[in-house]
């Protein structure tokens, strides 16, 4: 059981936005920056989403990352059919010591 | 461009040690800290630990202290994460990933991932 919330699963049609949500606790996103990782099967997992909002270079501005308290969440505008992956949250965890991650969100485009 | 090129697959036998590696390049190996993260077959990402090459300060999950150990040698700009006595529930992807600056920030650049498969 992953300590970061996500929906198993999310999906939505081409050009259509899609949100995915990540909840956790004062320990972990109430109190460090949220990250989010997109993986695609059989690469390696894709820095999405640094410090809750900003985008690395060369990720499309469609994908924008929004936090509050202790949630979280990544929007996905004009989705593309290249856009189906798993989509992971992660933020330090005070407790822990370390990056905690979620469960995953499987993005599929109808 | 940072690339981190992790070792092949490998099959192993339930109690055998096994050590997989992480060449870095393309970047000072001292000045980042390296993560490990296991992915287990249909499950999600957990963080295993951290290295920082520049002093070899190593951290753990407290779910993997003692069940690996996480090394580096700067002279190759290459980390490690290995296993004394191997389990079937090892049997999973690792990948390492550079740590962007400070060690609780974002995973920056990631490997290509090790398969490690152990059976009997």
């Known amino acids: 059981q992953s300590v970061l919330t996500q929906p198993p699963s999310a999906s939505g049609t081409p050009g259509q936005r899609v949100t995915i949500s990540c909840s956790g606790s004062s320990s972990n996103i109430g109190s460090n920056p949220v990250n989010w990782y997109q993986h695609l099967p059989g690469t390696a997992p894709k820095l999405l989403i640094y410090?809750?909002?900003q985008r690395p270079s060369g990720v499309p501005d469609r994908f924008s990352g929004s936090k509050s308290g202790t949630s979280a969440s990544l929007a996905v505008s004009g989705l593309q059919s290249e856009d189906e992956a798993d989509y992971y949250c992660a933020a330090w965890d005070d407790s822990l010591n370390g990056p905690v991650f979620g469960g995953g969100t499987k993005l599929t485009v109808l | 461009e940072v690339q981190l090129v992790q070792s092949g697959a490998e099959v192993k036998k339930p109690g055998e040690s096994l050590k997989i590696s992480c060449k870095a390049s393309?970047?000072?190996?001292?000045?980042?800290?390296i993560g490990w993260v296991r992915q287990m077959r249909g499950k999600g990402l957990e963080w295993m630990g951290n290295i920082y090459p520049g002093d070899s300060d190593t951290r753990y999950s407290p779910s993997f202290q003692g069940q690996v150990t996480i090394s580096a040698d700067k002279s190759i700009s290459t980390a490690y994460l290995q296993w004394s006595s191997l389990k079937a529930s090892d049997t999973a992807m690792y990948y390492c990933?550079?740590?962007?600056?400070?060690?609780?920030?974002?995973?920056?650049?990631w490997g290509q991932g090790t398969v490690v498969t152990v059976s009997s």
């Open positions: 393309g970047y000072s190996f001292t000045s980042n800290w």
């Open positions: 410090r809750n909002n």
């Open positions: 990933a550079r740590i962007s600056s400070g060690r609780k920030d974002w995973f920056e650049s």
